[in-house]
């Protein structure tokens, strides 16, 4: 059974810094990209970055360019997104997502909360 | 970039109505078109991709077309179980775009 368990999201001031995981589990982990999806309270959803299956090649939406950094450890079956600068705007509900070979998102933790308040 | 936008934004329909939902996309994405189901409380879950591709196990009542800019997502026969709110996903371009979704409600 595919799993992916994030962890690391909090309250934190604006211009702070954040780093958020996610555990994967039940595929192999290291032939799959893996992106970050985040949802805004009420809002939609929102695409914020993916990385492919070897891990150097990554993309980010323009709302994060610059300020967040994708990475993973295939041999730890884990995915990372280093978050800085922090905004109001980047409050949201953070999920990991296995990506198909096509960019769909087929699997989707359970998500982690991020809370950019002074 | 390009934009997606869903309308409308919310209905409220009767159980055994139809329900359509369209997602326009600011510039042709060929059929390259998902739509996802997320249900209060729950993480997304993907529906059809290709613009009109069920996954399985999804509920015939539920179907996708389109081509180009604009698409549909149609619930043949509202269903109480189909409470949620549905996002549409175009994967034409490097930067992936999700439409501002559609909540629906049983009236």
């Known amino acids: 059974e595919v799993q992916l368990l994030e962890s690391g999201g909090g309250l934190v001031q604006p211009g702070g810094s954040l780093r958020l995981s996610c555990a994967a589990s039940g595929f192999t982990f290291s032939s799959y990209a893996i992106s970050w999806v985040r949802q805004a309270p009420g809002k939609g959803l929102e695409w914020v970055s993916t990385i492919n299956d070897g891990g150097d090649s990554t993309y980010y939406a323009d709302s994060v360019k610059g300020r967040f950094t994708i990475s993973r450890d295939n041999s730890e079956n884990t995915l990372y997104l280093q978050m800085n600068s922090l905004r109001a705007e980047d409050t949201a509900v953070y999920y990991c997502?296995?990506?198909?070979?096509?960019?769909?998102?087929?699997?989707w933790g359970q998500g982690t909360l991020v809370t950019v308040s002074s | 970039d390009i934009q997606m936008t869903q309308s409308p934004s919310s209905l409220s329909a009767s159980v055994g109505d139809r329900v359509t939902i369209t997602c326009r996309a600011s510039?042709?994405?060929?059929?390259?078109l998902a739509w996802y189901q997320q249900k209060p409380g729950k993480v997304p879950k993907l529906l059809l991709f290709a613009a009109s591709t069920l996954l399985s196990g999804v509920p015939s009542r539920f179907s996708g077309s389109g081509s180009g800019t604009d698409f549909t997502l149609t619930i043949s026969s509202l269903q109480p179980e189909d409470v949620a709110t549905y996002h549409c996903?175009?994967?034409?371009?490097?930067?992936?775009?999700f439409g501002g979704g559609t909540k629906v409600e049983i009236k």
């Open positions: 510039q042709g994405i060929n059929n390259y």
């Open positions: 996903q175009e994967y034409n371009s490097a930067l992936l775009t």
């Open positions: 997502a296995k990506s198909t070979v096509t960019r769909l998102f087929d699997y």
